[in-house]
């Protein structure tokens, strides 16, 4: 399908950028006084090729049943990033929107008081979440609307809002199967524990009860509200930083080393931030603070970029901070190497130092070890705080895995005595 976009960026009028595809390539090229919109799209006079503006453009489409019903109506290959945009791009996530030639913006900001609606019979609408049914009108924010239901609303006095045509909304509420709904106050408690035992910001979130349902409320980071105006500010995530595809968000499946999401990937991105010292320090953190919390599924894509500082984007706050450790179905290798580390079982001290110098510390000094010791001490001491109903199973888990964490990189940590945990579906983990 041969198609020119018009790339655009909420709150600002004129285009930023053209993308074209034609006989299934692309290009990319950056209009007059343009913002940059990633670290592997620097602003340029010449075009980018095909590599270049795919590896972005593709992680902005989501492999859901939407996508799927486009391909099949016109025809259009899933390889067809542009086609697919044509069709999608008005609504695709963060604050782009890729509309044909000369149409105008697909988002805007959005006034409160005049650009929502109320969200009617909430009950039903986390019922329906529930089976992965959304409201009439409603979109899916999410690529991975099969692992649970998702729906993006705004929340504005209380309530519950649905965006009119191009508003924004303000917050992703999450509603698992009701055999999982341990997930709302699971993910809740994690969120919890990593703002408290860490400097960089985590996403604010809280339980929604509605009847017989219970749903997560999580606040998007990537808006501005001001006056009443609600405005999208431009994130990438890692992938889209680097320049790689959404399938290459494990180091894992990278065929070469220059694709590969490792150390070295993310030390390239954090050098460009606006803070690099910053953002190191709270990324190497945060990676062995997911790990201590059991989320080991801690992928590009769970990692972002904001740009609301000038020109150089600032880390995000972290996100998707889950359990993965709980559910015995789950390949629990990490998402990229801690040294020469795969998973918990490997790591030895020496891959402590290895990736701490990878992402580009200078060398892993007796202050920097005392600072990891202190945050993972103060995420275990929190563990005694999940007792009954709902969290004992959740306590045990985080109390064997700070232990095994703690042994293994001889940090002698204070973890609370626990039970012996057994991973849901029935398999010893330890």
Not at 64 to 70: A, P
Not at 282 to 293: D, E, K, V, Y
Not at 320 to 333: E, F, L, R, S, T
Request: charge should be negative.
């Amino acid at each position: 399908m041969n198609v020119t976009l018009d790339v655009h960026l909420d709150g600002v009028a004129a285009p930023v950028a053209r993308l074209t595809g034609e006989e299934g390539t692309m290009s990319f090229r950056y209009l007059t006084d343009a913002s940059q919109i990633s670290l592997s799209l620097p602003v340029r006079e010449e075009a980018f090729g095909d590599a270049e503006a795919r590896a972005f453009f593709a992680n902005l489409i989501f492999e859901n049943e939407q996508r799927e019903q486009v391909m099949a109506r016109h025809g259009i290959d899933n390889n067809d990033i542009a086609g697919l945009l044509f069709h999608l791009g008005k609504d695709c996530p963060g604050a782009i929107s890729c509309v044909p030639m000369g149409d105008p913006p697909g988002k805007h900001p959005g006034d409160l008081a005049r650009d929502y609606y109320p969200l009617d019979d909430l009950e039903a609408v986390m019922a329906g979440l529930e089976r992965r049914r959304l409201p009439a009108g409603a979109t899916d924010p999410s690529p991975l609307a099969g692992v649970q239901g998702k729906i993006a609303v705004a929340v504005h006095e209380g309530r519950l809002l649905l965006p009119k045509g191009g508003a924004p909304t303000t917050h992703i509420l999450k509603v698992p199967r009701p055999a999982e709904r341990s997930l709302v106050q699971d993910e809740l408690s994690l969120l919890w524990i990593a703002a408290k035992a860490q400097d960089h910001p985590v996403a604010r979130a809280e339980v929604l009860e509605v009847g017989d349902y219970r749903g997560l409320l999580i606040e998007r980071y990537d808006r501005r509200i001001e006056d009443g105006l609600v405005t999208r500010i431009h994130q990438e995530d890692f992938c889209q930083a680097l320049g790689f595809a959404p399938s290459l968000k494990y180091e894992r499946d990278a065929a070469i080393p220059e694709r590969r999401f490792d150390a070295s990937a993310i030390a390239r991105v954090l050098d460009q931030t606006d803070a690099p010292a910053l953002a190191r320090r709270a990324f190497f953190f945060g990676t062995l603070l997911n790990i201590a919390l059991g989320n080991t599924d801690n992928h590009a894509k769970n990692h972002s970029l904001i740009y609301d500082r000038g020109t150089r984007p600032r880390l995000a706050p972290f996100y998707d901070i889950v359990p993965v450790m709980m559910d015995g179905a789950v390949n629990q290798d990490f998402s990229f190497r801690i040294g020469s580390a795969e998973r918990l079982s490997d790591l030895r001290p020496e891959d402590l130092v290895a990736f701490a110098e990878a992402i580009g510390f200078r060398r892993f000094n007796a202050g920097l070890a005392r600072g990891l010791r202190e945050v993972l001490q103060s995420a275990a001491d929190q563990i005694n705080g999940l007792q009954g109903p709902g969290f004992k199973l959740l306590g045990d888990a985080l109390g064997s895995q700070m232990q095994e964490l703690s042994d293994r990189l001889d940090f002698d940590l204070a973890i609370p005595t626990r039970d012996l945990f057994l991973a849901r579906g029935g398999e010893n983990s330890w």
